[in-house]
């Protein structure tokens, strides 16, 4: 499997983003770790590997790429809105290099496919409806999608709003809203088995944002496993064999 990776700047973070491609042809897919990972973790974990006959196939590309939440949602010592604050340079550091990189290492290649599990679903929901435009599908594996949930402190102002999809997807609407539901599909992927509800809130978490979507009429699915799926990687690889090959 060819692979290769790069080093990119990241203004107003603590130091460079780390991108693993893998692959040579295919649609393009953005991968984000689990909590505080890095971008070697999906193939460390056997994800890459379960999806290998659509890279060697050439019906994808993945990017993997670092998370930054050791500076942001994970960073417990600082209030909820700075967090948010530092949350933004991560987007923008995902936007402004990581999507430009893509788009020189894949020209021509359809939209991006956003995906990641636990935190890193989070992280793919925020940027699908955030910039739909880039991430027009969104598979999202085990997350909780409230940071408001994650040991939050402080006074909650603009960048904890518009980073937070439990905040905002509610209030949705006009022309912006009518071309989130010509444009985006998100898929929400959870069990029913060990720490999906504790501690991770995965599971309560899953089916309201399911419930905020309906409620939009935004196109998504909510595939629920059952009381044997736990949030561990075992069965993250086999819900992304199930659901990556029906978008490449």
Known sequence: ?????????????????????????GRPVLVFPSEQGRAWDYENNGMVGVVSDLVDAGRVKLYCVDSFDHVTWSDRTVPLEERAGRHRAFESWVTDRVVPLIGED??????????????GAYHALQLALTR????????????NYDPSDWHAWGE???????????????????????WLRSRLHVVLVVGEGPWETH?????????AMAGL?????????LDVWGHDSAHDWPWWQRQIAHHLPRHC
């Open 106 to 119: 894949a020209p021509g290649s359809s939209d991006v496919v956003v995906t990641g599990c636990s935190l």
């Open 1 to 25: 499997m060819e692979r290769q990776q790069w080093e990119l700047d990241a203004p107003g973070l603590d130091r460079p983003g780390t991108v693993i491609r893998y692959g040579h042809w």
């Open 213 to 221: 979507l309906a409620e939009k009429q935004i196109p998504h699915e």
């Open 132 to 143: 739909a435009d880039l991430f027009p599908v969104a598979i999202c594996q085990s997350g």
């Open 156 to 178: 909650r102002g603009d960048a904890a709003y518009f980073t937070n999809p439990t905040d905002y997807v509610a209030h949705l609407h006009g022309d912006h809203l009518d």
């Open 199 to 207: 501690p991770t809130g995965s599971l309560p978490s899953a089916r």
